[in-house]
Nanobody, 120 residues
Framework: QVTLVESGGGLVQAGGSLSLSCAAS????????MGWFRQAPENKREFVAA????????RYADSVKGRFTISRNNGKNTVTLQMNSLNPKDTAVYYC?????????????WGQGTQVTVSS
C-alpha cells in the first residue's frame, strides 16, 4: 500500500506563492500518474492538477491553469505543486493521490492533507 504525506501549506496573502509537496512511500510510485485535489469547507473535493507517471504530461483544472505547476521526482517519490498568484478562492485543504485516466483518484485512502489559506 502506498502512503501519502502532504506538506507545505500555510497562510499567505493574495498574490503570494506556496509550494506543496507530496511524499509517497512504496516502490511502485513511479508507475502511477499522480494528482492534486483540494477541498474547501462545505465543498466537494475537486481535481486541481495531474502529472503522468514519467512526468512528461500534465493537466490542470481551468481555475488554476497558468498559475499552478505540478512536477514530480520519481527518484525521491515526491510530487510538487507550485502555486503562484494565489487568491482567496484557492483556500482549501490540499491532498495528493494517484489518478486514473479520467483524473479521478485511484486510491480509496487519503493522507491528512495540507491546509492552504489565502487572505485578501
Amino acid at each position: 500500500q502506498v502512503t501519502l504525506v502532504e506538506s507545505g501549506g500555510g497562510l499567505v496573502q493574495a498574490g503570494g506563492s506556496l509550494s506543496l509537496s507530496c511524499a509517497a512511500s512504496g516502490r511502485t510510485f513511479s508507475r502511477f500518474a499522480m494528482g492534486w485535489f483540494r477541498q474547501a469547507p462545505e465543498n466537494k473535493r475537486e481535481f486541481v492538477a495531474a502529472i503522468s507517471s514519467s512526468g512528461g504530461n500534465t493537466r490542470y483544472a481551468d481555475s488554476v491553469k497558468g498559475r499552478f505547476t505540478i512536477s514530480r521526482n520519481n527518484g525521491k517519490n515526491t510530487v510538487t505543486l507550485q502555486m503562484n498568484s494565489l487568491n482567496p478562492k484557492d483556500t482549501a485543504v490540499y491532498y495528493c493521490n494517484a489518478v486514473n485516466s479520467d483524473y479521478d483518484p485511484m486510491f480509496d485512502w487519503w493522507g491528512q492533507g495540507t491546509q492552504v489559506t489565502v487572505s485578501s
